[in-house]
T-cell receptor
Framework: DTAVSQTPKYLVTQMGNDKSIKCEQNLGHDTMYWYKQDSKKFLKIMFSYNNKELIINETVPNRFSPKSPDKAHLNLHINSLELGDSAVYFC???????????FGSGTRLTVV | GQQVMQIPQYQHVQEGEDFTTYCNSSTTLSNIQWYKQRPGGHPVFLIQLVKSGEVKKQKRLTFQFGEAKKNSSLHITATQTTDVGTYFCAANTGNQFYFGTGTSLTVIP
């Protein structure tokens, strides 16, 4: 009965590889997000997706692409991984009038 | 650039001492939220403040929203080891939503 679930929890991969992180929410929320949390704990918005409207943080490299097959899923695909991509990636969802964001448990990505 | 600053960045307290983190915005906010992230965990929503001067309490936690709706604070009375973690404010300007830089709290038993 997990509200926002993302997989995998840990991901170790080599530079140059392509990888995907999956996210699913069963809350019926309208909007989903991807956040990157660096080693200093700073939470940086990468994407938000609402009713097929994608809002992209302009600082995110185009190697990162969100894919939403339906309202309950927002996956993150990363091409040509770089060392600097190592971080914890959080999926989250929200709904107007229902308070704050609900976060997934995070995916710790390590690029070697 | 960064529009929401939190201070302090780190705080170490003895168990039983009080703790306060402050969140400051350069713009007037529609509302502000607070989250707690335990070590190794994910941010968990605590509360949302909407009204100017609003004060809300959750057990030992007291949340305030400034009169000008540009700043907020979270105060913990008599900290416990279970309070350890990073506390984030999240500011909603109406057009944008920003997480603060976070305050990492360590409680020494």
């Amino acid at each position: 009965d997990t509200a926002v679930s993302q997989t995998p929890k840990y991901l170790v991969t080599q530079m140059g590889n392509d990888k995907s992180i999956k996210c699913e929410q069963n809350l019926g929320h309208d909007t989903m997000y991807w956040y990157k949390q660096d080693s200093k704990k700073f939470l940086k918005i990468m994407f938000s997706y609402n009713n097929k409207e994608l809002i992209i943080n302009e600082t995110v490299p185009n190697r990162f692409s969100p894919k939403s097959p339906d309202k309950a899923h927002l996956n993150l695909h990363i091409n040509s991984l770089e060392l600097g991509d190592s971080a914890v990636y959080f999926c989250a969802s929200s709904h107007p009038g229902l308070g704050g964001y609900t976060f997934g448990s995070g995916t710790r990505l390590t690029v070697v | 650039g960064q529009q929401v600053m939190q201070i302090p960045q780190y705080q170490h307290v003895q168990e039983g001492e009080d703790f306060t983190t402050y969140c400051n915005s350069s713009t007037t906010l529609s509302n502000i939220q607070w989250y707690k992230q335990r070590p190794g965990g994910h941010p968990v929503f605590l509360i949302q403040l909407v009204k100017s001067g609003e004060v809300k309490k959750q057990k030992r936690l007291t949340f305030q929203f400034g009169e000008a709706k540009k700043n907020s604070s979270l105060h913990i009375t008599a900290t416990q080891t279970t309070d350890v973690g990073t506390y984030f404010c999240a500011a909603n300007t109406g057009n944008q939503f920003y997480f603060g830089t976070g305050t990492s709290l360590t409680v020494i038993p």
